[in-house]
């Protein structure tokens, strides 16, 4: 086939913000990256509008916050629209509302000026991952037609990803069985509803700043529509009529969508030289910004050992933990998912079982669960290792008085290659009994007291050979 070709270390598909995310990381680890986007503009509607305190502190971990401004801070979601108390210990409890255009873009100046190059209007038609040890990427473009080969592709292109359906991926789950539908509409005027649960259906309108109403609502007991496309405006208009009684025909959408419940994931996170993350691994209702975040997540654990995998400086087997960790936070996750559409969405016959979890959710360690879960703060990974309260969990934020002055584990953290807190000669780190040993990603791998060789299998084990972790003595501050 005639064409342009191109050699890289990593393709990506898909540029949104998952996509970017990974090709940032990419380029952090020292890989080659090359994303390829069927969209020729960013976004931008926003599809999701909500980050997550384990989000926010992932972009904190990369400096990123300060371009994001002053969002706007919420300290109270939901669960299956009953109120939930987001508050859990961390400096970014709750959810922050920012648009996902907004979350687009930072990250893909972020990517860009890592050196991650992104060509966009590029729609990718053919993936051969063979015997061969590399993979074949096959586009149309701009420029026409373009050929990318490389060791490693990376699917972020979303729930109807191209690259699952041409490798025909097993993707289990189950199909919707609900559907809602929802529009950014200016030049209407609806009370604020949050999770209003009618007679026929139940309604969601919030009012921005700019005087655009967000609209979404379902039917009891209407199934999905067959579709090919977003809804007509008409229609919406219709559905929130027949459930609120309102009309806002009358109105200017500027942008229309559909979601459902549907439930997948894939069997596994990575197919030889192809590996899924975010919608491309997994499609779930986007309930509370859950989809946006977990995916994120993917991106953030895989993008590190990838570049020390391509690199050629990764333990053999550390890839191979991307799966094993984030096929099971996925799968519980979407265990919640499932729960909350039939709480959400279920007609008067789970009205006694809303009321009942409205009852437990008031009880302190239940609501401190379901936050856990919900903002992504209590994921652990089983990284091997005796039992420590520190192993596997994501070190939480700490402001450190050190010799050299005041910092903070979130600073240490920003050239991407993990840090050790403790002196350089083994001493205590905060909150254990020996030096800790932190991921690139943030979670804890060695804690605990000294052993003989533990902090040198731990850094054979997940950190790329002859990386220098930023190392202090530092104790937290008051």
Same mark, same amino acid.
């Given at each position: 086939? @005639?064409?342009?070709?191109?050699?890289?270390?990593?393709?990506?598909?898909? =540029?949104?913000?998952?996509?970017?995310?990974?090709?940032?990381?990419? *380029?952090?680890?020292?890989?080659?990256?090359?994303?390829?986007?069927?969209?020729?503009?960013?976004?931008?509607?926003? $599809?999701?509008?909500?980050?997550?305190?384990?989000?926010?502190?992932?972009?904190?971990?990369?400096?990123?916050?300060?371009?994001?401004?002053?969002?706007?801070?919420?300290?109270?979601?939901?669960? =299956?629209?009953?109120?939930?108390?987001?508050?859990?210990?961390?400096?970014?409890?709750?959810?922050?509302?920012?648009?996902?255009?907004?979350?687009?873009?930072?990250?893909?100046?972020?990517?860009?000026?890592?050196?991650?190059?992104? $060509?966009?209007?590029? &729609?990718?038609?053919?993936?051969?991952?063979?015997?061969?040890?590399?993979?074949?990427?096959?586009?149309?473009?701009?420029?026409?037609?373009?050929?990318?080969? !490389?060791?490693?592709?990376?699917?972020?292109?979303?729930?109807?990803?191209?690259?699952? $359906?041409?490798?025909?991926?097993?993707?289990?789950?189950?199909?919707?069985?609900?559907?809602?539908?929802?529009?950014?509409?200016?030049?209407?005027?609806?009370?604020?509803?949050?999770?209003?649960?009618?007679?026929?259906?139940?309604?969601?309108?919030?009012? *921005?700043?700019?005087?655009?109403?967000?609209?979404?609502?379902?039917?009891?007991?209407?199934?999905?529509?067959?579709?090919?496309?977003?809804?007509?405006?008409?229609?919406?208009?219709?559905?929130?009529?027949?459930?609120?009684?309102?009309?806002?025909?009358?109105?200017?959408?500027?942008?229309?969508?559909?979601? &459902?419940?549907?439930? *997948?994931?894939?069997?596994?996170?990575?197919?030889?030289?192809?590996?899924?993350?975010?919608?491309?691994?997994?499609?779930?209702?986007?309930?509370?910004?859950?989809?946006?975040?977990?995916?994120?997540?993917?991106?953030?654990?895989?993008?590190?050992?990838?570049?020390?995998?391509?690199?050629?400086?990764?333990?053999?087997?550390?890839?191979?933990?991307?799966?094993?960790?984030? #096929?099971?936070?996925?799968?519980?996750?979407?265990?919640?998912?499932? @729960?909350?559409?039939?709480?959400?969405?279920?007609?008067?016959?789970?009205?006694?079982?809303?009321?009942?979890?409205?009852?437990?959710?008031?009880?302190?360690?239940?609501?401190? #669960?379901?936050?856990?879960?919900?903002?992504?703060?209590?994921?652990?990974?089983?990284?091997?290792?005796?039992?420590?309260?520190?192993?596997?969990?994501?070190?939480? #934020?700490?402001?450190?008085?050190?010799?050299?002055?005041?910092? !903070?584990?979130?600073?240490?953290?920003?050239?991407?290659?993990?840090?050790?807190?403790?002196?350089?000669?083994?001493?205590?780190?905060?909150?254990? &009994?020996?030096?800790?040993?932190?991921?690139?990603?943030?979670?804890?791998?060695?804690?605990?007291?000294? $052993?003989?060789? &533990?902090?040198?299998?731990?850094? =054979?084990?997940?950190?790329?050979?002859?990386?220098?972790?930023?190392?202090?003595?530092?104790?937290?501050?008051?």
């Amino acid at each position: 086939m @005639a064409g342009a070709r191109l050699d890289t270390q990593v393709v990506v598909v898909g =540029a949104g913000p998952v996509g970017l995310l990974l090709a940032g990381e990419l *380029r952090l680890g020292g890989a080659e990256v090359v994303v390829l986007e069927r969209r020729p503009e960013p976004a931008t509607e926003s $599809r999701a509008s909500t980050l997550h305190a384990r989000t926010m502190e992932i972009l904190d971990s990369r400096g990123l916050l300060p371009a994001l401004g002053d969002p706007p801070r919420q300290p109270r979601g939901h669960y =299956a629209g009953i109120p939930l108390d987001l508050t859990l210990p961390g400096p970014y409890a709750g959810q922050w509302k920012v648009p996902q255009y907004d979350t687009e873009r930072l990250l893909e100046q972020w990517a860009r000026a890592l050196g991650a190059d992104i $060509r966009r209007g590029h &729609d990718v038609h053919t993936v051969t991952a063979g015997a061969a040890p590399y993979v074949e990427t096959a586009a149309e473009g701009p420029g026409g037609a373009l050929r990318v080969r !490389s060791p490693y592709l990376v699917a972020c292109d979303g729930e109807d990803s191209t690259v699952r $359906r041409l490798l025909d991926a097993p993707f289990p789950g189950h199909d919707a069985r609900r559907e809602l539908v929802r529009a950014d509409v200016a030049g209407i005027d609806v009370p604020d509803r949050r999770f209003e649960r009618l007679p026929d259906g139940f309604a969601v309108a919030a009012r *921005r700043a700019d005087g655009v109403t967000r609209v979404m609502a379902h039917e009891f007991g209407v199934p999905p529509r067959p579709r090919t496309g977003a809804p007509e405006y008409a229609e919406i208009a219709e559905v929130w009529k027949r459930v609120t009684g309102e009309d806002i025909s009358g109105g200017t959408p500027l942008w229309v969508n559909a979601f &459902d419940d549907t439930n *997948r994931q894939l069997d596994a996170y990575r197919h030889g030289r192809v590996l899924f993350a975010g919608d491309a691994a997994h499609r779930q209702m986007p309930i509370g910004g859950q989809a946006l975040n977990l995916g994120l997540a993917d991106a953030f654990n895989l993008g590190w050992k990838l570049a020390a995998h391509v690199t050629g400086r990764a333990h053999p087997d550390l890839l191979d933990t991307y799966h094993l960790e984030r #096929h099971q936070v996925g799968r519980r996750v979407l265990a919640g998912i499932r @729960a909350q559409a039939l709480l959400l969405l279920g007609g008067p016959e789970v009205q006694p079982l809303r009321e009942l979890m409205t009852e437990l959710i008031a009880l302190e360690p239940v609501r401190a #669960h379901l936050a856990g879960l919900v903002s992504g703060l209590d994921v652990r990974y089983d990284v091997g290792g005796p039992a420590h309260p520190l192993l596997g969990a994501r070190l939480p #934020h700490l402001a450190l008085d050190t010799p050299g002055g005041r910092t !903070s584990t979130t600073e240490l953290l920003r050239a991407g290659h993990g840090l050790r807190l403790g002196g350089p000669h083994g001493g205590p780190g905060p909150g254990a &009994d020996g030096p800790v040993l932190v991921r690139p990603d943030g979670h804890v791998v060695r804690a605990g007291p000294e $052993r003989a060789d &533990d902090e040198a299998t731990a850094r =054979a084990r997940w950190f790329p050979a002859g990386a220098t972790l930023p190392t202090t003595e530092g104790t937290p501050c008051p």
